[in-house]
């Protein structure tokens, strides 16, 4: 398993892409996160949201939590929001473990079905993560660890 989660981890030199043209919407997805709450994408509407499909394994998604615990902690009162999404391949308990022994400040989801990954384009690589705007729309998609510099801007 952890091989084949390895595999999945995307390549350091992988740089950020971007969809470019019109604004996709996201998709409409709820999630539980670690303490048992639910919420949606829908819920965050009116918020900009940080979705991060992560994995323990995943040598670069490690590196970059402490960013994204700084991003969000910097923008939280402005009205974003961040969740991050454990791929349905990770284990429950070292997802747990994670965000417990890093104190991450916002939602940790774990993915057990697959279904978020498969509604936001059937992400398999990690990390990828999406900039949704107020009115629910996809801005940005990076794969692997995302300029902070720039996504703070667009932020």
């Known amino acids: 398993m952890v091989v084949i989660a390895a595999a999945l981890c995307v390549a350091g030199a992988v740089a950020a892409w971007q969809v470019l043209g019109a604004r996709e919407p996201a998709p409409a997805v709820s999630y539980t996160l670690l303490d048992g709450s639910k919420s949606s994408t829908e819920a965050q509407r009116g918020k900009v949201l940080l979705v991060n499909f992560w994995a323990t394994s995943c040598v670069i998604c490690v590196a970059e939590m402490p960013q994204i615990a700084s991003t969000h902690q910097k923008f939280k009162s402005r009205g974003y929001e961040t969740v991050a999404v454990a791929m349905d391949y990770d284990q429950p308990a070292a997802v747990a473990r994670f965000a417990q022994s890093r104190a991450l400040p916002f939602g940790v989801a774990f993915d057990k079905s ?30 692997g660890a995302p300029d902070f510099a720039a996504l703070e801007q667009l932020i």
């Open 114 to 143: 697959g279904e978020v990954a498969r509604a936001f384009g059937d992400v398999k690589l990690t990390p990828t993560t999406f900039l949704i705007d107020k009115q629910g729309r996809i801005v940005k998609r990076y794969l």
